[in-house]
């Protein structure tokens, strides 16, 4: 529930930095219809056009611009996807040391 919380927070964040003003229950319904466009059998690389479609059909039916939308829908994407990239890096480096130290990789 807290990982949901702080995801809904971080998409705020990044909307209120485009000029979007949405409260979190808003961003809840948004990014909800983006859970239900996975269910659908649209295979795309990294989720683009989808994840951006879902994201702006969600925010045109709260009166953001289609351009507007579909800018904020992108750019919630790239966030999300460095975020994902970095954590995937951050538990890479964990990993590794972690092997170290346990003696499974050899320190030669």
């Not at 989808?50 to 009166?63: D, Q, R, V, Y």
């Not at 800018?71 to 994902?84: D, E, M, P, R, Y």
Request: glycine share 10%.
């Amino acid at each position: 529930l807290l990982a949901l919380l702080c995801s809904m927070l971080f998409s705020i964040i990044l909307l209120k930095g485009i000029n979007i003003e949405l409260n979190i229950f808003q961003v809840i319904f948004v990014s909800s219809i983006g859970v239900a466009f996975l269910i659908l059998p649209i295979k795309s690389i990294g989720g683009f056009g989808t994840t951006e479609g879902s994201w702006a059909i969600g925010l045109m039916l709260f009166g953001i611009t289609k351009q507007t939308a579909l800018q904020a829908g992108f750019v919630v994407h790239i966030f999300a996807l460095f975020n994902v990239i970095f954590l995937f890096l951050i538990g890479i480096i964990f990993n590794t040391i972690n092997n170290r130290k346990m003696g499974f990789i050899n320190k030669n």
